[in-house]
């Protein structure tokens, strides 16, 4: 049997185990195991063998620090009340044009997804915050829910990103170009979302009503309150970019400011500290978990030398690298009504990440080519959060928004789903819009 075809079978039995409901950790590990033991002719001693190392050489990789950190962050700025500081801020700014309200609630979740990391914290977060101004003010559920699951959607675009750490520990890339690489295809997207909203409301105004205008003093005052958490986000971005500090040391300061900040202007008591504490340990364990799975299953994906083999056929097949590319990010979509973000990243990487650095594209050098598919490879499986039949950031804020059916919250969600594939072909087409910061700041 070829590597392909083992490969495939490893695939089929894990999906049978999803299929089962096994949580997508315990399937991977149990898929891999199997697999591997397949492999080596059914003697378990070396899989016992392995079981001795891996475990420990994956928890004990130093750059891992980074992702409870960010996750810590996140659950401060929410018990903190920082999110509704951040959404009072941009309301502020934007609340007295028609849409605005849904503007904020998506600016506010960009500026909340600088601090945070994860799209379900934040679609959750900023679900609770702008729900009730969005229904005080008239605004059709659809409109309201669709546009706050798409915006949870920039918790792991706009960086930090646990998916983009998990992306440079499995590529061996650089955290801080992914982070500044991610910044700009970021603010299009939240400036998409703007524009979708915009674009429905000069449709049926009546969907998106104008609230009150705010004097500039308020506007003042409440760009103020802000300004601690924007300079959180510029101390760790450019501090791990710039040198300054290294991806856990400036994770470790951002946590500590966003603890500091939730302490002093959110009131943050002992009791959200230990809610904060318990959140990033789950999330923490939960994450962890899904790694090991899938290290389990990449390590038997590579005794069979499936990766390898694809990566040689589609190198030899003469097919043109776009329609490679274009096949990938249509298996990304497919995956996403089946798996989450994180297990979509980690199941695929070890394969896909070979294939495509095996093929030109533009004339990209190696370095160029890993950071651009990283943040599209982000960029589609964002949409997975968001599409049906799964879509777990409209099921968040649907069961926040329990008077609005599911059904008008996935039709809410359509015309920002159509932001995103103009986003995914302007990243395709133009590398560049990845690449430019990195250049610009970097010289790489």
């Avoid at 829910?145 to 650089?174: D, F, K, N, R």
């Avoid at 609230?211 to 959180?232: C, D, H, I, K, N």
């Avoid at 996935?410 to 920002?416: C, D, H, I, R």
Wanted: net charge neutral.
């Amino acid at each position: 049997m070829s590597g392909i075809a083992l490969g495939l079978a490893i695939f089929g039995f894990l999906l049978t185990l999803m299929a089962l409901r096994v949580p997508i950790g315990i399937a991977m590990f149990f898929a891999g195991a199997g697999g591997y033991v397949y492999l080596q002719g059914g003697d378990t001693g070396p899989w016992l063998n392995l079981l001795k190392s891996l475990p420990y050489a994956r928890l004990s990789n130093y750059d891992l620090v980074v992702i409870p950190l960010f996750l810590l962050m996140g659950q401060f700025a929410t018990h903190g009340g920082l999110s509704s500081s951040l959404f009072r801020c941009v309301s502020a700014f934007m609340g007295h044009r028609r849409g605005g309200v849904a503007m904020a609630a998506i600016g506010a979740c960009a500026g909340f997804g600088a601090i945070c990391g994860s799209s379900l914290a934040t679609a959750a977060t900023m679900g609770q915050v702008a729900l009730p101004e969005l229904r005080r003010y008239g605004y059709a559920g659809s409109l309201s829910t669709g546009a706050l699951a798409a915006g949870g959607t920039l918790g792991i675009m706009i960086p930090p990103s646990v998916p983009l750490v998990i992306y440079a520990i499995l590529t061996q890339e650089s955290i801080g170009k992914l982070f500044m690489a991610a910044v700009l295809p970021g603010l299009i997207a939240m400036a998409g979302y703007m524009l979708v909203i915009q674009l429905i409301v000069r449709w049926k105004p009546e969907m998106g009503p104008a609230g009150p205008r705010v004097p500039w003093p308020q506007r003042l005052s409440a760009l103020l309150q802000v300004t601690p958490v924007l300079l959180v986000f510029v101390v760790v971005i450019i501090g791990i970019y710039g040198g300054w500090a290294n991806p856990t040391e400036a994770a470790a300061i951002g946590a500590a400011a966003c603890g500091v900040l939730a302490v002093v202007t959110g009131g943050m008591r002992w009791r959200g500290l230990l809610d904060s504490a318990l959140g990033t340990a789950q999330a923490t364990a939960m994450i962890f978990l899904v790694l090991l799975g899938a290290d389990m299953l990449n390590t038997a994906l590579a005794l069979s030398q499936m990766p390898t083999e694809l990566a040689a056929w589609v190198k030899g097949s003469g097919m043109p690298p776009l329609l490679v590319l274009t096949m990938i990010l249509l298996i990304y979509i497919l995956l996403g009504c089946v798996m989450d973000s994180l297990a979509m990243i980690l199941l695929t990487i070890p394969i896909f990440y070979p294939m495509v650095m095996g093929l030109d594209f533009y004339g990209l050098p190696d370095v160029d080519k890993s950071v651009w598919f990283g943040i599209l490879a982000l960029m589609v499986v964002e949409i997975g959060l968001v599409h049906p039949p799964v879509g777990m950031n409209v099921y968040i804020i649907n069961r926040l928004a329990k008077d609005v059916p599911l059904v008008e919250t996935f039709k809410g969600v359509m015309p920002f789903l159509a932001s995103d594939f103009v986003r995914i072909v302007l990243m395709v087409l133009f590398p560049s819009t990845a690449l430019i910061l990195v250049h610009t700041f970097g010289g790489a």
